[in-house]
């Protein structure tokens, strides 16, 4: 292992160029207009990894985007690891805030920016350059297979399918992602749960048109005004979630869990001001880093209807819209929480409106055991490159790709990402540390040594 870990070292700038240029491929799933710089993508990775020696490397197509595929397997009574990343990013906008454009790297005190470059390229990548650390000394400690989607920043809506034609192919002893963060900088940490989704659209119509407001206003009913109310109630004092029948299946933070998240250097107010808010709001009585990752949640992300252009006009408007989201923790499942949604605004919704209701997307959450081989090696590993024990973390997000490798493959994954909350992924000026990328490399070689033993 020591002279994998060299190898990263005397090697490291040239890592970091190769990054930049698979950083330089607009692979923008979301944008048509860029499904041949996604395909191209596809294509430099495979060409990359047939270069460092890797077997079997395919571009895979699918439906949608192409799935890479690679393997180095052989060696008997070791392991098989599974790893999975994305090399498709999200769309730059908005481009008057980069400081510099998105898709030409640069590094800038020690952090590499551009579009991808921790979500999810550069994490992918640390797996792709701890393979070659390997592969250019002592050989593979284990067996591993790669698969790289194009569709994750679109929800990954072919992947499922993909896993379960290929099942076979991919059997494996434990799924690896590096797609997730660390809990702050300087602060080893290995994610263990995450929370699901529901999101759901909500229509509510008065009228068959939009009408004056003087001649109607005072007996037709307002649809914005009656979505607004319902909204408004569906929490209570607690900021508890008012829908009946939220919290039924909700497995809920063991002692051990509390103690764990109250030991974490998390400072409350410092995380508040940072986002400019005047102060926080959480379920009673949880903290507010227990809130954000480990019990579910209902927001409104998007509300409209009317006229919203500019100066006056004195409309009553025949709908009014809003999306709403639930994040979930496991034991919530999203058809579950997107039922009990529709029977609460239909049943809630006043009778002078009609209300239609619409399932836009969900996935669902995932615990995975912190005592297994796997997550230990990950831990040993993550010590090994810090100094120090990491912390065993929830985060709020979700990744529902985690759950279907359990459903399809019964596999369950190791969550060990390099990311911080504050690298703007999704957002402009994304960037992603040096030392972070170096760190996930230099662990992640490690990790492939403890999981063998």
């Not at 809003?322 to 529709?342: F, H, M, N, W, Y």
């Not at 990950?378 to 985690?402: D, W």
Request: aromatic share 8%; net charge negative; charged share 25%.
């Amino acid at each position: 292992m020591q002279k994998a870990l060299e190898y990263t070292g005397s090697h490291f700038d040239s890592f970091v160029d190769e990054l930049s240029t698979f950083l330089r491929i607009p692979s923008v799933s979301t944008d048509e207009a860029h499904a041949a710089d996604v395909r191209r993508a596809a294509e430099w990775l495979a060409d990359h990894l047939r270069n460092l020696g890797l077997d079997g490397v395919a571009v895979m197509d699918t439906p949608g985007h192409p799935v890479v595929y690679a393997e180095k397997i052989g060696i008997e009574g070791a392991p098989t690891l599974l790893v999975y990343g994305h090399y498709d990013v999200q769309p730059p906008d908005p481009m008057d805030l980069w400081t510099s454009p998105p898709f030409e790297p640069v590094v800038k005190n020690g952090q590499l920016y551009a579009r991808g470059s921790c979500d999810d390229k550069g994490q992918l990548f640390m797996h792709v350059k701890a393979a070659e650390a390997w592969m250019k000394t002592s050989g593979m400690p284990l067996n591993v297979k790669y698969i790289f989607e194009g569709e994750e920043e679109i929800g990954s809506a072919h992947l499922a399918a993909f896993l379960e034609k290929h099942r076979d192919k991919l059997a494996a002893d434990v799924v690896m992602v590096s797609d997730t963060a660390l809990f702050g900088s300087g602060v080893p940490s290995i994610t263990y749960g995450l929370r699901g989704l529901a999101y759901v659209e909500i229509m509510v119509e008065a009228c068959d048109r939009d009408l004056h407001s003087g001649v109607y206003g005072g007996a037709i009913h307002n649809p914005i005004n009656a979505l607004a109310a319902m909204i408004a109630d569906l929490h209570d004092e607690n900021h508890r979630v008012t829908v009946n029948g939220f919290y039924d299946n909700v497995i809920d933070l063991t002692d051990e869990e509390r103690r764990t998240m109250a030991s974490l250097p998390f400072n409350a107010d410092e995380w508040v001001r940072e986002t400019g808010a005047k102060g926080s709001i959480t379920e009673k009585p949880y903290t507010a880093l227990e809130g954000t990752t480990a019990r579910p949640t209902l927001d409104c992300n998007g509300i409209w209807g009317g006229f919203t252009g500019k100066g006056a006009k004195t409309v009553l408007p025949a709908r009014a819209h809003a999306k709403i989201s639930c994040r979930l923790v496991p034991g919530q499942t999203p058809d579950e929480i997107t039922e009990k949604l529709r029977i609460h605004f239909e049943k809630n919704a006043p009778d002078t409106v009609r209300v239609t209701f619409r399932n836009l997307h969900g996935g669902h959450g995932a615990l995975v055991d912190t005592t297994g081989p796997a997550m230990q090696a990950a831990s040993r590993a993550m010590e090994a490159t810090y100094g120090q024990k990491p912390y065993f973390v929830r985060t709020g997000g979700a990744i529902p790709i985690v759950a279907e490798f359990k459903r399809i493959l019964g596999l369950e994954t190791v969550l060990l990402g390099f990311g911080l909350d504050t690298d703007a992924i999704h957002s402009p000026n994304e960037h992603f540390g040096l030392d972070r990328f170096r760190a996930g490399i230099d662990t992640i070689t490690r990790f492939m040594a403890e999981y063998r033993e």
